[in-house]
C-alpha cells in the first residue's frame, strides 16, 4: 500500500498563534475513542480541565466548545493547551489530521491539504511549479488496482496534464476538460450561480454577506493581477480532492472543479473591484470560505455535483465554457 502525496505536502506546518481562522474556533471537534481512553487516564489538574472540557452525546466525544466556540484548550494566546501540557502526541485523530483529507484506492491511500486552512492555500496557490505527485510512504506490499481503477487513474493524469497546461489559459484548459468528459458546463450567469449558492446550507454569515453583495454587481473585471498559474493551481487541487471515486461517472466533478475555480475568481474580481486590499490575503479568505462552506460541507458537495450532472449538456457541439461576465 502507497501512500500519496502532492509535492508540497512536507511544507505545510501549522502557523498556530498566527493564524486568523483557527481551526479550533466554530468548529465541532471529535475525539476518536483511542484518545478519550487516553485523556481518561491523565491526572491531576490537567485530568480535570481534560474532563470538564469534554462532552458526549449520541454521537461520540468531543470537546465542549465555549464562548465564541472556541476549543476550550485554545489558550488566549492561540495556542493549544493539551500540546504545551501533554504533547502532540496527545492530539486527537481529527487535530493530528486536520487540515489533510485523504482519498482510499486498493493499491494507494492520496493525501492532500485542504482549502479550510489559510495556511495550506498560501501554500497550493502559490507555488510556482507544477503540481506533482510523489510516493510519500510504502509498505512493500504490492496491492493490486482493479481495472475500473487504471482506467479512472489514467484519465485523471490526463486531466492534471490539461489542467497545469500554461501554454494556454485558464478558460481554454477549463474547455479542454470539458472535452475530455465530453460534457458543457452548464450556461448560467454568475448571478445565477449565486442564487444557486445562497439556497444551500450556510454556516458563516461572511459568506452569505459575500455572496449577496457580488450578486449586485453587474461588471466582473476577472483580469487581474493574480497570474494563471494560480487559477491552475487551484484546478489542480479541486481535481486531485474531488475526482476520487473510480465507480462514479466522473463528468460531475470534474464539472464541480471548474465551478470552483469559476465562482472563487468571480469573487476574488469582485473584491479587487471593491477596495485596494492585499489581493494575496483575500484571494485566500475567500478559498478558505469556499472550502468550509461547500467542500467541508458533503451536503453541499454532493447537491452541486448532482446538480452539474443533471444541467450538464452532451459535449457533441464542442461547445467552449466561458466566463459570464454580467447578469
Ligand atoms: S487552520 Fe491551519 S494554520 Fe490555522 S490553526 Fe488550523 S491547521 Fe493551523
Excluded at 454568475?190 to 459568506?207: N, Y
Amino acid at each position: 500500500m502507497k501512500l500519496i502525496v502532492p509535492d508540497y505536502y512536507n511544507d505545510f506546518c501549522c502557523i498556530a498563534d498566527r493564524c486568523k481562522h483557527s481551526c479550533c474556533i466554530g468548529w465541532e471537534i471529535d475525539i476518536d475513542n483511542e484518545t478519550l481512553e487516553r485523556y481518561r487516564n491523565i491526572g491531576g489538574d490537567f485530568g480535570v480541565r481534560l474532563q470538564d472540557g469534554i462532552e458526549t452525546d449520541i454521537c461520540g466525544a468531543h470537546f465542549r466548545l465555549g464562548a465564541q466556540e472556541r476549543c476550550p484548550f485554545l489558550n488566549r494566546e492561540g495556542l493549544c493547551d493539551i500540546i504545551l501540557t501533554l504533547g502532540e502526541a496527545y492530539l486527537s485523530q481529527i487535530c493530528t489530521d486536520h487540515p489533510r483529507f485523504c482519498s482510499f484506492y486498493s493499491d494507494r491511500t492520496e493525501i492532500g491539504l485542504g482549502l479550510c486552512c489559510e495556511e495550506a492555500t498560501r501554500i497550493i496557490l502559490f507555488k510556482e511549479t507544477e503540481t506533482k505527485f510523489s510516493v510519500l510512504d510504502d509498505d512493500g506490499e504490492e496491492e493490486i488496482p482493479t481495472e475500473e481503477e487504471k482506467a479512472f487513474f489514467a484519465q485523471r493524469e490526463r486531466l492534471f496534464t490539461l489542467a497545469q497546461d500554461r501554454r494556454k489559459t485558464i478558460s481554454e484548459r477549463m474547455n479542454d476538460l470539458q472535452r475530455e468528459i465530453g460534457l458543457v458546463f452548464p450556461n448560467r450567469s454568475f448571478a445565477e450561480w449565486v442564487d444557486i449558492f445562497l439556497s444551500l446550507e450556510c454556516m458563516d454569515d461572511a459568506w452569505k454577506t459575500l455572496l449577496l453583495e457580488s450578486r449586485k454587481k453587474s461588471v466582473y473585471d476577472v483580469s487581474s493581477d493574480i497570474p494563471e498559474i494560480i487559477w491552475g493551481q487551484l484546478l489542480v487541487y479541486f481535481l486531485y480532492r474531488h475526482v476520487s471515486d473510480p465507480e462514479r461517472d466522473i463528468g460531475g466533478s470534474v464539472l464541480f472543479a471548474i465551478l470552483g475555480v469559476y465562482m472563487i475568481r468571480n469573487l476574488f474580481s469582485y473584491l479587487c473591484c471593491r477596495e485596494k486590499a492585499n489581493k494575496k490575503e483575500e484571494l485566500i479568505e475567500i478559498c478558505r470560505l469556499y472550502s468550509s462552506e461547500i467542500e467541508y460541507s458533503e451536503e453541499n458537495t454532493e447537491q452541486l455535483i448532482l446538480f452539474l450532472e443533471k444541467s450538464s449538456q452532451k459535449n457533441e457541439r464542442k461547445d467552449d465554457f466561458r466566463y459570464e461576465r454580467n447578469d
